[in-house]
């Protein structure tokens, strides 16, 4: 399906296209200029132009139409046609012109020439900009960045370059892994051993789209209570197969610098060993406590391996050594 650049470019095929825009609107994806016969610096305006659509989302200019500049919040309208005398020279100075005065190159301009029927060689310049990826594109006449925003090319703010660039702060997610002790498992009401996990944010940028998922082992498993005990997780519980584990956050769950976020709570079940470890010296009354005995469970050691990730950030693995453990509890627990 084309995108709103490529469609428009494809319609504007002869003057009777051309001629309908008057009365119109510009737009983020449509711009137009007149070329003047006394302008001694169309570089100027036109790598403004090409500079705004390439560091937006692309589009279409036109050569030959009038659309005054109105105050500002109020959109340009298209008010008259000015076709150009020679669209084969305006076209070959436009390609000129690009080249020489927006840096990096714009990869991709499609110039069309459309005669108006008047005169020989008049007519209009219809230009095709693409989106360009990576690092914007500046204006090698003023050396300014340009993005077209609505019906109006502005000069880029300076977080907008940084962005592009990819030279703002990034963010760096370090897992959050504490042992919260034991406690019954709602169904069995055997004790379990539960671990919180989380995400923390130790680098200078926001997280956007933070993530974190692992793989069920060795009887570790998520706490269907969620972090709050209501069934709630700090962030969404993905669908998945297998033994996959996956909490992915959307685009309103962001991580700010120096922030943490509790995700769930993950539960391992033990082994009922009965009396087995209980030293009757050291607890001489755990045996016949309230008239009846006590038993150890047991917890062996293993390993919980993840891997975290978010916007801007390299997909990170990371493992938590879980050490054995027991505890000692009535046997009627």
Same mark, same amino acid.
């Given at each position: 399906?084309?995108?709103?650049?490529?469609?428009? =470019?494809?319609?504007?095929?002869?003057?009777?296209?051309?001629?309908?825009?008057?009365?119109?609107?510009?737009?983020?994806? *449509?711009?137009?200029?007149?070329?003047?016969?006394r302008?001694?610096?169309?570089?100027?305006?036109?790598?403004?132009?090409?500079?705004? *659509?390439t560091?937006?989302?692309?589009?279409?200019?036109?050569?030959?139409?009038?659309?005054p500049?109105?105050?500002?919040?109020?959109?340009?309208?298209?008010e008259s046609?000015?076709p150009?005398? @020679?669209?084969?020279?305006?076209?070959?100075?436009?390609?000129?012109?690009?080249?020489?005065?927006?840096?990096?190159?714009?990869?991709?301009? @499609?110039?069309?020439e459309?005669?108006?029927?008047?005169?020989?060689?008049?007519? =209009?310049?219809?230009?095709f900009?693409?989106?360009?990826?990576?690092?914007?594109?500046?204006?090698?006449?003023d050396?300014?960045? !340009?993005q077209?925003?609505?019906?109006?090319?502005? %000069?880029?703010?300076?977080?907008?370059?940084?962005?592009?660039f990819g030279?703002?702060?990034? %963010?760096?997610?370090?897992?959050?892994?504490?042992? &919260?002790?034991?406690?019954?498992?709602? =169904? /069995?009401?055997?004790?379990a051993?539960? =671990?919180?996990?989380g995400?923390?944010?130790?680098?200078?940028?926001?997280?956007?789209?933070?993530?974190?998922?692992?793989?069920?082992?060795?009887?570790l498993?998520?706490?269907?209570?969620?972090?709050?005990?209501?069934?709630? $997780?700090g962030?969404?519980?993905?669908p998945t197969?297998?033994?996959?584990?996956? $909490?992915? #956050?959307?685009?309103n @769950?962001?991580?700010?610098?120096?922030? /943490?976020?509790?995700?769930?709570?993950?539960?391992?079940?033990?082994?009922?060993? #009965?009396?087995?470890?209980?030293?009757?010296?050291? !607890?001489?009354?755990?045996?016949?406590?309230?008239?009846?005995?006590?038993?150890?469970?047991? $917890?062996?050691?293993?390993?919980?391996?993840?891997?975290?990730?978010?916007?801007?950030?390299?997909? &990170?693995?990371?493992?938590?050594?879980?050490?054995d453990?027991?505890?000692?509890?009535?046997?009627? !627990?």
């Amino acid at each position: 399906m084309l995108g709103r650049a490529e469609q428009l =470019f494809a319609e504007l095929i002869d003057s009777s296209a051309i001629l309908a825009l008057i009365n119109q609107h510009e737009d983020a994806y *449509l711009d137009c200029k007149e070329w003047h016969p006394r302008d001694t610096s169309p570089e100027k305006w036109l790598a403004k132009a090409i500079c705004g *659509l390439t560091n937006a989302e692309g589009g279409v200019l036109v050569i030959g139409l009038k659309a005054p500049s109105k105050p500002k919040d109020d959109p340009d309208i298209i008010e008259s046609a000015a076709p150009v005398a @020679d669209t084969r020279l305006i076209k070959s100075r436009v390609l000129d012109l690009i080249g020489k005065n927006v840096e990096p190159g714009v990869l991709g301009i @499609d110039v069309r020439e459309i005669p108006d029927g008047v005169s020989d060689g008049s007519g =209009f310049v219809v230009v095709f900009v693409h989106a360009s990826e990576g690092s914007p594109r500046r204006s090698r006449v003023d050396w300014k960045f !340009y993005q077209r925003i609505g019906s109006i090319t502005l %000069p880029m703010e300076y977080f907008q370059i940084e962005e592009r660039f990819g030279v703002r702060p990034h %963010p760096r997610l370090e897992l959050l892994w504490e042992q &919260k002790g034991y406690q019954a498992n709602t =169904f /069995t009401r055997f004790p379990a051993r539960q =671990f919180v996990i989380g995400i923390r944010n130790v680098g200078a940028g926001i997280a956007k789209f933070p993530s974190i998922w692992f793989a069920r082992s060795d009887g570790l498993g998520v706490k269907f209570g969620g972090i709050d005990g209501t069934g709630g $997780f700090g962030l969404g519980l993905a669908p998945t197969e297998g033994e996959l584990v996956a $909490f992915r #956050g959307g685009v309103n @769950d962001v991580i700010y610098p120096d922030q /943490t976020l509790k995700i769930a709570i993950l539960v391992q079940q033990g082994e009922n060993v #009965g009396i087995e470890g209980i030293s009757v010296a050291e !607890y001489p009354m755990l045996l016949q406590r309230n008239g009846g005995t006590h038993h150890r469970w047991v $917890f062996k050691a293993t390993v919980f391996e993840c891997h975290i990730s978010c916007e801007g950030m390299e997909t &990170k693995r990371v493992k938590e050594m879980i050490p054995d453990g027991s505890v000692i509890v009535p046997s009627n !627990y």
